[in-house]
């Protein structure tokens, strides 16, 4: 299974955002909304075996489980509109249970240690420090940690620093954490491509 | 230069789509938005020396210059509305003439054939029967031609097969365009990537 984590400094925790203002008054969730799209679809369909964790503001955690999704097209309004559910259904969730909103999309009250801590596989942090990913051999079941359009902060590389067991970067220019997403999946799909 | 030229087959010739709905009345302009975003930016920047040329319906085309280029943001909402702009601009566009809507941005009345007569460099068809990008040698000065989320057409595929010195794929899945661009990039940016 490939995981994706993505932080969301500046993430909306409440549903009460604007669809049309995702950049601003959203806090960037437009960038989050990319991730979401460029860890699920392939073209013409979802791929199997992925989950996304969205953590908003450290407080809120959105899982996306490509195995059971519903309702789900690649735009960015779509996507934020199926995040805006999952917060609207965020009181459903108790402790650190999740409460689902749609087909595939459970909210919980975590933050970002919680998650590190529940994510399975090896972890992965995306970092424009990291050794490059040429020359990291692909794990079989990655969780990829990424930071949205903020680096992280040092509390949370100090927690991903204990948590992680590679650091990598996708190559000499700093993308995008949506264009990272892509780039990983690529590199892991293309692993051993001569024999497609 | 890197130079992309995708083609939209259901997108709007006229500025009067609703922002609200990219995929639906916009005839997937989402797909184009994205692309345009993947084709021009990385983390906190434009990338210098790259053109993004969108073919719409076969006969107007914005071409996007990202050496003159203002006032974009890498969500699909802003992009579409300098997309709306420039088609307002269009009857500006006298014969194949371009007309700047904003800076960097162009539109003409061209067609797939005249965007192809237009470009310069290497012209590379992007499409899932290539051969994988990894056995390929970089062009130094590539043109990428790749489709929205419909095949070419027969026409336009003669026309590509007449203009393309190669066809080449991303990988074993199949991606969105968007996500290919990315995928393109990040080929020709990690070309030497150990000297860094």
């Known amino acids: ?14 549903p009460d955002f604007p669809l049309d203002d995702l950049p601003g008054a959203a806090g960037r969730l437009d960038v989050l909304c990319r991730c979401v799209s460029a860890a699920l679809f392939r073209s013409h369909g979802i791929r199997d075996d992925v989950a996304v964790f969205l953590v908003l503001g450290d407080e809120v955690t959105v ?15 779509n996507v934020a509109s199926l995040l805006q559910k999952a917060l609207d259904a965020k009181d459903q969730a108790i402790g650190h249970r999740e409460a ?4 595939g999309i459970h ?7 919680a998650v590190l801590d529940a994510v399975s596989g090896t972890v992965v942090e ?7 990913l040429a020359d990291v051999e692909p794990p079989a079941d990655p969780t ?19 948590a992680s067991d590679q650091r990598v970067r996708v190559g ?22 001569e024999v497609y």
């Open 100 to 103: 689902e909103s749609t087909p």
């Open 63 to 77: 899982r996306i489980d490509a195995g059971d999704l519903r309702y789900m097209n690649p735009d960015e309004r």
């Open 1 to 14: 299974m490939r995981q994706f984590v993505v932080i969301g400094h500046d993430a909306p925790t409440t």
């Open 172 to 193: 000499p220019e700093v993308l995008h954490a949506d264009h990272t997403v892509t780039v990983a999946h690529n590199y892991l799909d293309t692993d051993g491509f």
């Open 126 to 132: 995306l970092h424009e420090d990291g050794a490059p």
């Open 144 to 162: 990829f940690v990424l930071s949205d359009h903020r680096d992280f902060t040092d509390e949370e590389a100090a927690l991903l620093a204990d």
């Open 107 to 113: 909210v919980s009250k975590r933050g970002f240690e």
